[in-house]
């Protein structure tokens, strides 16, 4: 079965530096896309980014480039969020999700499974 | 950017009813479409991919139909599990710039 699994909650302060992970496993880590969505409270789902763990390959969202950055570690079938820098507008549950399987399609860009999610509060 | 518009923003159907759900792309995607559910408190589950094929596990209720720029999810007689938010997603470019839909909040009437 291949699973998600995200690091737990985290309160932050404004300009603190902060790591979240997801951990993967069922599949084999180095050969499918992995990326990041964004849950505002209250509100939709923003992709972030796209990290290919075969070769750190990594694609992100304009919106959220220079902001954050993405990463994996293959050796251990991790992927990371990470900020040098939060604000309070960067209060949001996180979620990692896979890139779906292809079979042949042109495009795959779907995300199946999706981890649980790691909500991160920023707060003075 | 390709902006994804849902409605309606909110529906109230009764449980045993049809609903109706759309979703319109800003410019031609193909078939290169998802939907999810997401319940309150939990993460999205994919239910359609390719705009018309159901994920694995996703009841045959769920039925996804459409292609170039209009989308729509239609779920017969619906179950009390099935009230929750449901966003549609498209995927059409590479280098990626996916972008989903605001949500659609199904209720119980």
């Known amino acids: 079965e291949v699973q998600l699994v995200q690091s737990g909650a985290e309160v932050k302060k404004p300009g603190e530096s902060l790591k979240i992970s997801c951990t993967a496993s069922?599949?084999?880590?180095?050969?499918?896309?992995i990326g990041w969505v964004r849950q505002m409270p209250g509100k939709g789902l923003e992709w972030m980014g796209l990290i290919y763990p075969g070769d750190s390959d990594t694609r992100y969202n304009p919106s959220f480039k220079g902001q954050v950055t993405i990463s994996a570690d293959k050796s251990i079938s991790t992927m990371y969020l990470q900020w040098s820098s939060l604000k309070a507008s960067d209060t949001a549950m996180y979620y990692c999700a896979r890139r779906g399987v292809c079979g042949g399609r042109d495009r795959c860009e779907w995300f199946d499974p999706w981890g649980q999610g790691t909500l991160v509060t920023v707060s003075s | 950017e390709i902006v994804m518009t849902q409605s309606p923003a909110s529906l109230s159907v009764s449980p045993g009813e049809g609903a109706t759900l759309s979703c319109w792309a800003s410019q031609r995607i193909s078939s290169n479409l998802a939907w999810y559910q997401q319940k309150r408190g939990q993460a999205p589950r994919l239910l359609i991919y390719g705009a018309s094929t159901r994920a694995t596990g996703t009841p045959a209720r769920f039925s996804g139909s459409g292609s170039g720029t209009e989308f729509t999810l239609t779920i017969s007689s619906l179950q009390s599990e099935d009230f929750a938010v449901y966003y549609c997603q498209q995927y059409n470019n590479w280098p990626p710039s996916i972008t989903f839909g605001q949500g659609t909040r199904l209720e119980i009437k």
């Open positions: 069922g599949y084999i880590f180095t050969t499918y896309w």
